[in-house]
């Protein structure tokens, strides 16, 4: 079973399709868990509504605590570290499954991403809208089916991930608040955990997510200043406990490619 772990703050609308999308395009069996990360009253009393398990934090207690404490609850095999500006595109799940049943019990499997930036060698360039009302929802639905992308190494941050290998490297590590270079982090935990084996961290070339652009996190506090400072101190951070600046984690993985 697949525990789609999501944290949330202040976002209802993308957080309303994000959720619906897991839910229509999810064939195996899944749960999904929501952690309302100190949302004001629209978002807290929608999510109240909600069919599936939801915790609730008075504050921003940041991503990498949201990540552990619905990791805790959850029931699944696998989990697949979600965020609410994501939608899961149909096939998803029946594409990577196999993937993560073969590799036993510690696999990290990424989907691919389909976003409007050209920044990522794992993802796809295209633009269906930036937010809930300017989605294309037809021409998504349509193109991504004729999508070719090659086998490649990826270390993306949306990814399937055993129960078994998330506690072996300990989850998110929350000294990353609110969660700038937490991703890196676990990355490179989980590829030196696994042998730094590039071939262990194939994508799931047919299993796709559209990305609206990281809603969340551009606005994660009122002043620019603040959310760079932040951005600062997680690379920092990352620098000071592996030794290597996170800008050469790319390299070091081989992420981007050809491997598999």
């Not at 799940?93 to 930036?117: A, M, N, R």
């Amino acid at each position: 079973m697949f525990s789609i772990l999501l944290p949330t703050v202040n976002n209802p609308g993308f957080l309303q399709l994000c959720i619906a999308y897991a839910e229509r395009h999810t064939a195996v069996a899944y749960e999904i868990l929501i952690l309302n990360n100190g949302s004001e009253t629209e978002t807290t009393e929608w999510i109240r509504s909600f069919p599936h398990k939801s915790l609730h934090a008075s504050r921003n207690r940041g991503v990498c605590d949201a990540y552990n404490a619905l990791a805790r609850e959850a029931h699944g095999d696998y989990f697949v570290l979600w965020d609410d500006d994501k939608l899961l595109l149909p096939r998803w799940d029946i594409e990577i499954l196999p993937l993560p049943l073969s590799d036993g019990q510690f696999t990290w499997k990424s989907l691919v991403e389909i976003w409007p930036h050209k920044t990522n060698p794992c993802s796809i360039f295209g633009d269906y809208g930036r937010s809930p009302d300017a989605l294309d929802e037809a021409r998504l639905l349509n193109d991504f089916q004729q999508i070719e992308f090659p086998r490649k190494v990826s270390l993306a941050v949306s990814q399937v991930m055993s129960r078994d290998l998330y506690f072996a490297v300990g989850g998110y590590d929350d000294h990353f608040y609110p969660g700038f270079g937490s991703d890196p982090d676990i990355m490179w935990r989980t590829f030196c955990f696994l042998g730094r084996n590039p071939k262990r961290f194939c994508n799931a070339n047919r299993s796709f997510y559209y990305h609206f652009t990281s809603a969340t996190t551009n606005r994660i506090f009122r002043f620019p200043l603040a959310t760079n400072a932040l951005r600062l101190w997680g690379r920092l951070l990352f620098l000071q406990k592996h030794g290597f600046p996170v800008t050469q984690l790319r390299q070091k993985t081989h992420h981007g490619s050809s491997y598999c």
